[in-house]
């Protein structure tokens, strides 16, 4: 069967492919037969003109094999879900498009917010420094009062310390 020749047959009057058979190498072809194998794409019901298959016409093929009703519908319906598919995809592609526009800008008030607090930094830094100075001079001042506070404050508490336990004296003598 392998050296056989696979020999395709059309109606000797419409021309409408028939079928197929087997021959060996030596045989004659009949008008209506090829050796032509049919083309991918090509629509039934297939004609054979001039040794070529010919393929049907849309309509053609839809007066041939006639789809049924529920199957017309299924296949309407699905049309529409496709188109309702394909609507959403744009709208999300949008609203996508948008986000990712959106998100740019929020990137650049981020990085102007950023330079801001960097300025600010910098500003308080100088601040500071001019602040500690300042300051300095003014602690050596309040430190040598706080001394002198700090003894006059020690003999306070000295005193009062001393009274306490002169009352205490006192009341257990009573």
């Known amino acids: 069967m392998s050296n056989q020749l696979l020999v395709r047959v059309a109606d000797p009057e419409t021309k409408i492919f028939t079928g197929c058979h087997y021959e060996d190498p030596d045989y004659k072809l009949k008008d209506n037969e090829t050796l032509e194998a049919i083309p991918d794409g090509l629509r039934p019901p297939y004609k054979l003109v001039n040794g070529n298959w010919v393929g049907a016409s849309e309509e053609e093929f839809d007066q041939s094999f006639p789809l049924p009703q529920g199957l017309k519908e299924a296949n309407e319906l ?58 300095s001079a003014s602690e050596s001042n309040s430190a040598s009062v706080s001394a002198s506070q700090l003894t006059s404050g020690n003999e306070s508490v000295s005193q009062s310390i001393s009274n306490t336990k002169s009352m205490e004296g006192v009341s257990q003598n009573v």
């Open 78 to 135: 699905a049309k529409q879900k496709q188109l309702s598919q394909q609507q959403f995809a744009a709208s999300m592609i949008k609203k996508v498009a948008k986000l990712t526009v959106d998100n740019a800008t929020q990137a650049q008030v981020n990085v102007n917010a950023i330079k801001d607090i960097a300025k600010l930094k910098i500003e308080l830094a100088k601040l500071t420094v001019q602040s500690s100075a300042s300051s």
